[in-house]
């Protein structure tokens, strides 16, 4: 059998990359899907020191891009015949802003990034995803299912990806669609959080503050090792489930 080929999206840095390195390190072939091609080129080069060069295959654009999701799929089915999985974790959690006070230019920006891409993307793998009997892996939030203050735009994004994931799991059934919270995770978001977010946050800020400055925040590869491990053995009975990356139920793919 040969490796699994999974599109990764959002990665150039903290959950993504940490997940492409799991993944070429499991020996699987990776589409690494970023906005920033100074970063995919570093992370080219992480690569290429592990001796994994030839797993890795770079597209640079922005998932919003109709072009780019074409180039996506052409590339990887061009390069290696097949697509078995898509880890979907490029998202923003911008605009940090109250519902009253929110951009709707903004709001739609968020959906646009962290909800249609992924529907888009879904629709265009699907037919080889399908052939494999693979899975989608999509990246949610805690936020998902608890309201922030100013997080409006990101959490009912997410919310809308768990609802798309067990939509997914409903209408292909031989296919595994898993949405899975990856924790509070040390990445720039979490930075963006502590910087911008308090004046719109109030009192909910202090908390990211807090498990930040006692250490306490997941690594990007606790949970980018459990995406990576889903997608390439995905549990079908999990299938249209939300589920955080530390579950007991996950405890085989930790």
């Known amino acids: 059998m040969s490796s699994p080929v ?36 570093q992370l080219k080069q992480e690569v290429a020191d592990k001796g994994k060069q030839d797993n890795l295959l770079l597209v640079a654009g922005d998932v919003t891009d109709s072009k780019v999701v074409d180039k996506i799929v052409d ?24 519902v009253a006070t929110g951009s ?3 709001w739609k920006r968020a959906y646009d990034i962290n909800f249609f ?3 888009e993307l879904v629709q ?32 009912s994004s997410k919310a809308a990806l768990n609802h798309l994931t067990a939509t997914l799991a409903n209408e292909e059934p031989e296919i595994t669609s898993i949405a899975i919270r990856p924790g509070i995770v040390d990445t720039s978001m979490q930075k963006t959080i502590r910087e911008q977010g308090k004046e719109s946050m109030q009192d909910e800020h202090q908390k990211f503050v807090d498990l930040h400055e006692a250490g306490q925040l997941v690594t990007p590869e606790q949970s980018g ?3 990576v491990n889903l997608a390439i053995k995905p549990p079908q009975h999990l299938s249209g489930k939300f589920h955080s990356w530390d579950d007991e139920e996950l405890k085989e793919y930790q």
């Open 225 to 227: 090792s459990v995406l």
């Open 124 to 155: 265009k793998t699907l037919p080889h995803v399908r052939k494999a009997r693979g899975s989608y892996i999509m990246v949610s939030s805690g936020a998902a299912s608890k309201g922030y203050r100013a997080w409006g735009a990101y959490g």
């Open 6 to 41: 999974l599109v990764i999206t959002g990665a150039s840095r903290g959950i993504g990359k940490a997940a492409v390195l799991h993944a070429v390190g499991r020996n699987a072939r990776v589409v690494a899907v970023a906005r920033n091609a100074d970063l995919l080129n």
């Open 75 to 98: 590339d990887a089915v061009s390069k290696w015949g097949q697509i078995d999985s898509v880890v979907a974790n490029a998202g923003v959690i911008e605009p940090i802003a109250t």
């Open 117 to 119: 891409s992924i529907i």
């Open 104 to 106: 709707i230019e903004e």
